[in-house]
């Protein structure tokens, strides 16, 4: 057992990271739970949802782009520069109910801190196909936001039926030449509101009734098309893309925390008053919370409120 500290960090994604370093200048000597890479997930993996990322643009400082897992390294070296110490492990259980917070790891280690910050980031669902996975970053994407302008005059093809694949849709409507909405229905999920605006949109087209069977084309390293499987009869057929955009929803990374924090039905962290949990002395922080911008900006900056709402906390607690 660990002796007690004054705030644990749970997650070494941009949100993470950025409550330790301001956690660390405020000389409160915090541990960083970073996680542990698993082979039966390979998305959760220290540093988050950047290491899965090669080129980020769109991150304020770095003009020219910079590979997220590059990225990431600056963080974590910023971070450990002012004094965070970082552990490997996978918080698996969680004891929140008193003052003194216990965390209890896959490996057998715990730890007992005054306060704890969640920041545990959110995965994108997949499709799972095989070639899905491998051509990830060579034109399949979960985040229009952080690709779009990769793909100017391309043909993409955006899967889902929601507001996010609307939303999407649209978004890459600003790059691409021709958008497709691949759906399982007929009919759209998303709100009329944005089923109007995606209809409305001359850059927009519908695959009704079809789900994508696979990939291609690993061996050209990129996206060339996709077979494309229809939902009624199970006929294939192929069709030309350069780039594919799931848009199928995200799950954030809390259920070891559910029955411990207040969630909503998806499991997104509730948050009041900026980085206020549930429980008293948790803060929670970054895409465990986000289900709006998910962006590693917005991450950084909640991750900075979260430690920031700890500090003061643990003061009015005479710590």
Excluded at 141 to 154: I, L, M, Q, V, W
Excluded at 252 to 278: A, C, I, Q, W
Aim: with cysteine.
């Amino acid at each position: 057992m660990s002796s007690l500290r004054e705030v644990v960090i749970i997650g070494s994604g941009p949100a993470g990271y950025t409550a330790a370093i301001y956690a660390s200048r405020a000389n409160l000597k915090p541990l960083l739970v970073e996680g542990e890479p698993r082979p039966e997930a390979p998305d959760l993996v220290p540093g988050g949802q950047l290491m899965l990322t090669t080129d980020v643009e769109n991150y304020p400082g770095f003009p020219k782009g910079v590979a997220g897992h590059e990225l990431m390294a600056l963080f974590r070296e910023q971070a450990e520069r002012f004094g965070t110490e970082i552990a490997m492990a996978m918080v698996e259980d969680v004891d929140f109910s008193g003052p003194v917070k216990r965390l209890k790891c896959s490996d057998g280690t715990s730890f007992e801190s005054r306060a704890v910050i969640v920041a545990t980031g959110a995965s994108a669902k997949w499709l799972g196909l095989p070639n899905e996975t491998a051509l990830r970053n060579r034109g399949v994407s979960a985040c229009a936001t952080c690709d779009g302008a990769f793909f100017k005059n391309k043909a993409l093809a955006v899967v889902g039926g929601g507001d996010t694949a609307m939303e999407e849709a649209n978004f890459l409507t600003r790059y691409a030449s021709q958008v497709t909405v691949v759906h399982r229905r007929d009919k759209l999920r998303a709100s009329k509101v944005m089923q109007d605006r995606a209809l409305a949109n001359p850059k927009i087209k519908f695959h009704w009734n079809a789900e994508v069977a696979d990939v291609l084309d690993v061996k050209a390293g990129k996206v060339t098309g996709l077979a494309l499987r229809d939902t009624r009869d199970g006929k294939l057929s192929q069709h030309p893309f350069d780039g594919l955009f799931l848009a199928i929803g995200h799950d954030p990374n809390t259920k070891f925390l559910r029955g411990k924090l207040d969630m909503d039905e998806v499991g997104y962290l509730k948050v009041h008053d900026g980085t206020y949990t549930s429980a008293r002395g948790v803060f929670a922080c970054g895409d465990c919370t986000d289900k709006v911008y998910r962006q590693a900006i917005t991450a950084a900056g909640t991750g900075c409120m979260a430690a920031i709402d700890a500090e003061r906390w643990l003061e009015a607690q005479g710590h």
